[in-house]
């Protein structure tokens, strides 16, 4: 089985000034395509709501169709009804626009999540745009996370699929934001949404920020970004982390292979 890093979404945003990506991915299991996350989607470009319209262009966002996931996973090969499931780390305005292209697939979300976009309070809550859910979506809403994952609670998706796909809980930067854990050839990838920033070793050529003040963390992103430092520190060699916004792992995982090989023998039935 394969696993393809997409960028689902260019922008190159005033702060901070790096190009950047809505970094998505897309997973052959043994029960079809399994998408992370959507970036922005076609009807975002071509027909923007009020919102998307203001943001996409606060973030200098080319716009082009051929990032679109569902663009993306048909140069591959494949149809926009082979994905079966999208897994959210949350939703929104620029990583669940492209929902309304995958009308057929199962979509994964935390039950609070499912909560915030229909009773929306406080400022993170604004950044909903409910056009992008509504063709009615064939919703998959997860609440109990019993078991754990490197200490963390968690709660997989789908029972007996492989590879395994789990939501990690981390909660903060939306109501109902989750990690997305993906079972790999060599250990784990762990999608940490918006739930922290990129971060690499202390002093890192690569690393594309300094390390923001704590209180604008909290404030923005969630209170995760100590224990997921430790947890990289710990089981760096076990588990790949990557951000929704993170260049250079982005880039690497490109120079490095456009797939990655899980533990898997045989081709999914996508049919």
Known sequence: MRLHHLNCGSIHPYWPRIDSLVY????????????????????????????????????????????????????????????????????????????????????????LEHQAINQRKGFMERFYVSA???????????????????????????????PEVRLIPLHGHSRGHCGVAIE????????CGDATYPFYHDGHPDQPIDSPPGWLVNRLLGPHTGRLRALHRDQGDEIQMICSHDPVSFAQNQAAAKRTVLPMTEAPDVK
């Open 132 to 162: 992008h859910w509504s063709h009615g979506p064939r919703w998959v809403v997860h609440q109990a996370a019993n078991k754990s994952w490197y200490g963390l609670p968690s709660i997989p998706i789908h029972p007996g699929l492989r």
């Open 24 to 111: 998505c991915l897309l997973l052959e299991s043994d029960d079809g395509l399994i998408l992370v996350d959507t970036g922005f989607g076609v009807q975002d470009y071509a027909k923007p709501a009020p919102l998307v319209w203001a943001f996409t262009r606060l973030l200098r966002s080319p716009r082009a169709l051929a990032e679109t996931a569902v663009a993306q996973v048909r140069v591959r090969g494949y149809s926009a009804k082979d994905v079966r499931h999208i897994v959210m780390t949350h939703l929104h305005i620029d990583h669940a626009g492209g929902l309304r292209d995958f009308p057929d697939a199962r979509v994964h979300v935390h039950v």
């Open 184 to 191: 790999t050839e060599s250990g784990w990838l762990l999608h």
